[in-house]
């Protein structure tokens, strides 16, 4: 087990945050299947936003997006910063 954490997660670690951000940004893009696919209980954050906003926009959903924009930014920064400490 020691091997593999010093030796293989520090490899995958660039993969790892690419298939993060990934799939983060994909989840956001994917609002359309998720508003046709989820049931009736099922409520995804894309879907609250966009349900939110057809009533009229809330300090809560600027609040939520501002989050959102926040860790996208995040994301990129730290996706950014291991790409130059590799070099």
């Known amino acids: 087990w020691q091997a593999l954490w010093d030796v293989v997660v520090p490899h995958l670690r660039p993969a790892l945050l690419a298939g993060a951000l990934l799939t983060f940004t994909l ?10 696919v989820a049931g009736a209980g099922a409520t995804t954050l894309p879907v609250y936003i966009f349900s939110s906003i057809r009533m009229g926009i809330s300090p809560k959903i600027n609040a939520i997006s501002s989050i959102i ?3 996208s930014i995040a ?7 291991l790409g130059q400490r590799r070099r």
């Open 75 to 81: 994301f990129v920064a730290l996706s950014y910063y």
């Open 27 to 36: 989840s956001l893009d994917d609002f359309v299947i998720t508003y046709f």
């Open 69 to 71: 924009l926040m860790i």
